[in-house]
Nanobody, 124 residues
């Protein structure tokens, strides 16, 4: 089983930056679609950024130009670089993997592999 593990969450002021990491010890994500999901209190979980096995990426409109999803194949690590962060970005962020395509804006109801989540808080 592919088990993602997130790190890099924390607290940041509006306009600041954070980089989230997602890794799996002893395994590779080769051939998998990967995505970063977030869930704020009282809201549905949603994929904000996704990357396919061929490197193709997509984002929801609200994070375009601010977030970048990328991966380091040699180290089997997925990243989410978040710049110019806003209060609205506050949420629990999850890394997910699937053998079929994950798309930005999806809810990930059928995704089999999830990390435990890392909290991101943007406040003054």
């Amino acid at each position: 089983q592919v088990q993602p593990m997130e790190s890099g969450g924390g607290s940041v002021q509006p306009g600041g930056s954070l980089r989230l990491s997602c890794a799996r010890s002893g395994s590779t994500y080769a051939g998998y679609s990967m995505g970063w999901f977030r869930q704020a209190p009282g809201k549905e979980r949603e994929c904000v950024a996704a990357i396919q096995s061929d490197g193709t990426t997509d984002y929801i409109e609200s994070v375009k130009g601010r977030f970048t999803i990328y991966k380091d194949g040699a180290k089997s690590t997925l990243y989410l670089q978040m710049d110019n962060m806003k209060v609205e970005d506050t949420a629990m962020y999850y890394c997910a993997a699937d053998i079929v395509s994950i798309r930005a804006g999806s809810f990930g109801l059928s995704i089999p592999y999830w990390g435990r989540g890392t909290q991101v808080t943007v406040s003054s």
